[in-house]
């Protein structure tokens, strides 16, 4: 069991030009995940001079530690949401998730990436016989208000979508879609780079000094040197790179959650076939709910919250194991496959599982994305190179609050409560 992700070890990874730090931008950029490569994309194309400063690697964070899916819909019930905000906002945020969808698949499109994009949409499966009634009762107002393509399967029916019976049905959205993320991230690196981005890697900004009252300019500073911006976009995520001062209004809001996943060997089409016959992507409704889906190569990738802490080698591989005996429970007939890899990430999950954008103290961001990022941080990177050249409307987060969490000041210490907190709500429901 190799402790790596797969889509970066099956993807020729993305090295940007070496270049000289340039002592000035029109934007920098921190972080080089989907948001500031979508960004530094979206810039570049405009003309602008983007330079994008990332402490690791190109994508090497939450954008290519995930479960490989590309999802329409809320992280959070459409009923509930609408009922607390109007069914306006609601449905204006559900959209929101159609479009970047659709965002990802035009730069695929575009930019001729290859990372077997499919759209074979998402099955939401009931892990209990009343969160099907929760699906039936919402999936009408769903379809009146936001999404037509939904369809609802019963537990008559559900054993012709997935070769296992601990579901009682389920709700498929349609316009949901799948890729491989390594490859996309290398697609969409090169793409930016081909079209004029300065990208550097391994060079963390660790201090955000504001260098004109009022207004956007910022001083960037680095262990290789300092770059003056006239605008930074922060696109950090969870990371912890630089220093509380310049960080900790989101650190305040984030909570870093990991997430862990294990790839089987190829199980050969017809084994994978009768597992997972629509090859669509696959979420529970449990609390500590898990996800998978089919690879091209017939690999069954399987992910969840299987212990509430964060990855490291140690961590990966004890999770890895709690994994591999709930896929065989999910799947006896896969009991005996071979698990090829596992490993961990980092959720940055924020209270009200919602994504927050917009400006704070001259320094625009976009993060929180609370496990449906990998479509919505590449959307919400061109929505803010729209935000940042002065169309405000084009964030569609732009007047959600975002209050700090109480007694959170970055590290998450109250995890295993959360866990503990979380399974006694699965046990009784």
């Given at each position: ?21 340039p002592a000035k931008a029109d934007v920098a950029i921190i972080g080089g995940g989907f948001t500031g ?96 009634d929760a699906l039936a009762r919402g999936v009408e107002r769903l379809r009146r208000d936001v999404d ?201 999950m924020t209270q009200d599982r919602l994504p927050h954008a917009g400006e704070k103290d001259g320094l ?66």
């Amino acid at each position: 069991m190799k402790l790596d992700s797969y889509w970066t070890d099956t993807a020729t990874a993305f090295v940007p030009a070496e270049r000289p730090l340039p002592a000035k931008a029109d934007v920098a950029i921190i972080g080089g995940g989907f948001t500031g490569l979508s960004a530094a994309l979206a810039f570049a194309k405009q003309g602008a001079q983007i330079v994008v400063l990332e402490a690791g690697t190109v994508a090497h964070e939450a954008s290519t530690r995930n479960g490989g899916h590309v999802n329409n819909g809320l992280a959070v019930d459409y009923a509930t949401l609408a009922a607390k905000v109007g069914s306006e906002q609601a449905g204006a945020w559900y959209r929101a998730y159609d479009a970047a969808v659709d965002t990802v698949a035009r730069l695929v499109e575009e930019e001729t990436i290859a990372c077997d994009f499919a759209r074979n949409g998402k099955l939401k499966l009931a892990a209990r016989p009343a969160h099907f009634d929760a699906l039936a009762r919402g999936v009408e107002r769903l379809r009146r208000d936001v999404d037509t393509d939904v369809e609802l399967i019963d537990a008559a029916h559900i054993r012709e979508e997935i070769g296992s019976d601990l579901y009682f049905g389920g709700l498929l959205q349609k316009r949901s879609a799948q890729m491989h993320m390594g490859r996309f991230a290398a697609g969409l690196g090169a793409a930016a780079q081909r079209h004029g981005a300065a990208i550097h890697i391994r060079t963390p900004a660790t201090r955000l000094q504001r260098t004109q009252r009022n207004g956007h300019a910022h001083r960037v500073h680095t262990p290789r040197g300092v770059v003056d911006a006239a605008q930074v976009l922060v696109a950090t995520g969870a990371t912890r790179h630089g220093d509380y001062g310049s960080y900790g209004y989101w650190r305040r809001r984030i909570v870093p959650i990991g997430s862990f996943i294990i790839v089987t060997e190829p199980l050969g089409r017809e084994r994978a076939q009768q597992a997972l016959s629509g090859r669509r992507t696959y979420t529970t409704t449990a609390n500590l709910h898990n996800y998978f889906r089919l690879t091209p190569d017939d690999r069954l990738i399987f992910g969840g919250r299987a212990r509430f802490a964060l990855s490291s080698p140690a961590s990966d591989e004890k999770s890895g194991r709690i994994l591999k005996a709930e896929l065989a429970r999910n799947f006896p007939q896969l009991a005996d496959a071979r698990i090829d890899y596992c490993w961990g990430g980092l959720v940055d999950m924020t209270q009200d599982r919602l994504p927050h954008a917009g400006e704070k103290d001259g320094l625009y961001y976009s993060m929180g994305y609370s496990g449906h990022g990998a479509q919505m941080s590449v959307h919400m990177g061109e929505c803010m190179a729209r935000v940042m050249g002065g169309d405000a409307a084009a964030n569609p987060w732009r007047d959600l609050r975002w209050p700090a969490i109480p007694g959170h000041f970055g590290p998450p210490w109250f995890l295993p409560a959360i866990g503990i907190y979380f399974r006694l709500k699965d046990k009784l429901s």
